[in-house]
């Protein structure tokens, strides 16, 4: 698997995220620098969780998704007589 990469700019945005969130929630001022630390660290630790949790939702559809192509192309067929 490829390392999940952002922009810098979807990297600021979760960066002052995080800080919002410490200065709302925790009533604690956090720099860019320890934000970022904070999310590499869930990115690596939890991040994966998330990932495959997505890949069995996805999985999931797509099985829905063929068994109804499955029933369209049974409808489909014509007599055989």
């Known amino acids: 698997m490829t390392e999940i990469a952002f922009s810098q700019d979807q990297k600021d945005r979760m960066v002052s995220k995080i ?14 620098f320890e934000a970022e630390f904070l999310m590499d660290f869930f990115a690596a630790e939890i991040g994966p969780h ?21 029933y369209v192309l049974q ?5 055989e007589g």
Request: no cysteine; hydrophobic share 30%; net charge negative.
């Open 75 to 79: 409808e489909l067929e014509k007599p």
């Open 50 to 70: 998330f990932y495959n949790r997505g890949l069995q939702d996805a999985q999931q559809l797509l099985t829905e998704k063929m068994e109804e192509v499955g």
């Open 19 to 32: 800080k919002a969130y410490f200065d709302s929630e925790l009533n604690q001022e956090i720099g860019g």
